[in-house]
Structures are given as structure tokens and as C-alpha cells.
């Protein structure tokens, strides 16, 4: 079966640009993660979605952060306008309902300079 | 609120050495999971193992072995005879039914290094 799928795998982007990450969850799974990776703030919860629907995301940092789920197959984390403080590494997770275990996909590696 | 705590930051062996990640949390709830995933340099996030709040047998998989202890809050993790191979970051994470969504709670992983 395969993973999550995130695309890009790497972005390098200046800042003020739009940024836009994709991820395809494992199919069956009823949520999906976005988190965000730094060495300073380690791993953050940013957003997650329960059947396609945002349930918490007290941890988006600002307005220029935005998910969406369009369906149980892909969703999107736009960053606009991109600054360089946003480098990280960001990674999609999903899991079925309960207390099983989050799957993760590679992660995109984001530089904004 | 839960937390979970990696306090060893960076462990530096040689080869073959054993070594044990600590991982202590923290939960109110009497019903919870702990995880441990591993992020080799690649940067992929590697599952490894689940335990829950109720089974506090120690388990072993092959080099590696995991000690549940609620007396202590903690689910510490060892390699033995380590290998360059197991040179990567891990992650402890805790998850509580929270509306039933159990979202882990991660600590700041521990970066282990195994010299050749």
C-alpha cells in the first residue's frame, strides 16, 4: 500500500511568494496532520482534519497560513505570503479513527530566503 | 494537558555499545498510548512501536526492547549492540482520547549518534 504522499519534496521560494504543499493521505484514513518541523520549536501540530473537516487549528501560526481538505484524498497548506522565518520541514500525517498509530509521509522542506 | 519529556538532547556511542533513550510523560487520564518513532537523516518519520496504558509488559524486537513503567511515567527505549544504522533522531510521543480524536503529544526527540 502507499504511504502519505507529499509534494514538493523540497521548495525554495523568496519571500512574499505563494507557497502551496500538497499531501495525499493513506486511503481509508479519517484524519489528516499538517505539522512543522524546526529545530528551535521542534515538532508543532499546525492543523487536523477529522472526514475532511478542520477540527483544531489553534496551532496555524498566522493568518498567512491556510489548510484546506477538499476531499478524503488530498489536502493543501498554503502560505502567503511566504516569509523566511516559515523554513521547516512540513509534514502531512493521517490515521484511521482511535488510538492507532499517525503515519507519516516524507516530509517538503521548505526554504523561503 | 499532556507533556512528555526527552531530556537527553544528544547521546554519542560507538558501535556495539548498548544505549537507552529515556522518555518520561506526563497525563491525567487513565487510559492513554506511547509511542516511539524514529527519524533516520533521510527525515522520513518512522513508526516503531505502540504501548498502551494498560499493558506494561516490556516488549523486544529484535536490537531493540521498550520498558513501560506507569510507577515512574516512563517508556524508556534501548538498542543493544547499536549500529551506524541506528543513527537517527527519536521521538517519544503520548496520546489521549481527547472527543476521541487521540492526538499525540510529541517530545523534542533525542539525536543519537553511533560512531563506527
Known amino acids: 500500500d502507499a504511504g502519505v504522499i507529499q509534494s514538493p519534496r523540497h521548495e525554495v521560494t523568496e519571500m512574499g511568494q505563494e507557497v502551496t504543499l500538497r499531501c495525499k493521505p493513506i486511503?481509508?484514513?479519517?484524519?489528516l496532520f499538517w505539522y512543522r518541523q524546526t529545530m528551535m520549536r521542534g515538532l508543532e501540530l499546525l492543523i487536523y482534519?477529522?472526514?475532511?473537516?478542520?477540527?483544531?487549528d489553534s496551532g496555524m501560526p498566522e493568518d498567512r497560513f491556510s489548510a484546506k481538505m477538499p476531499n478524503a484524498s488530498f489536502s493543501t497548506l498554503k502560505i502567503q505570503p511566504s516569509e523566511p522565518r516559515d523554513s521547516a520541514v512540513y509534514f502531512c500525517a493521517s490515521k484511521v479513527a482511535g488510538p492507532p498509530v499517525q503515519y507519516f509521509g516524507p516530509g517538503t522542506r521548505l526554504t523561503v530566503t | 494537558a499532556q507533556k512528555v519529556t526527552q531530556a537527553q538532547t544528544e547521546i554519542s556511542v560507538v558501535e556495539k555499545e548498548d544505549v537507552t533513550l529515556d522518555c518520561v510523560y506526563e497525563t491525567r487520564d487513565t487510559t492513554y498510548y506511547l509511542f516511539w518513532y524514529k527519524q533516520p537523516p533521510s527525515g522520513e518519520l518512522v513508526f516503531l512501536i505502540r504501548?498502551?496504558?494498560?499493558?506494561?509488559q516490556n516488549e523486544i524486537s529484535g536490537r531493540y526492547s521498550w520498558n513501560f513503567q506507569k510507577s515512574t511515567s516512563s517508556f524508556n527505549f534501548t538498542i543493544t549492540a547499536s549500529q551506524v544504522v541506528d543513527s537517527a533522531v527519536y521521538f517519544c510521543a503520548l496520546s489521549v482520547a481527547s472527543g476521541g480524536s487521540y492526538i499525540p503529544t510529541f517530545g523534542r526527540g533525542t539525536s543519537l549518534i553511533v560512531h563506527p
Open positions: 482534519f477529522n472526514n475532511n473537516v478542520p477540527i483544531d
Open positions: 486511503s481509508g484514513h479519517d484524519y
Open positions: 504501548r498502551n496504558s494498560f499493558d506494561e
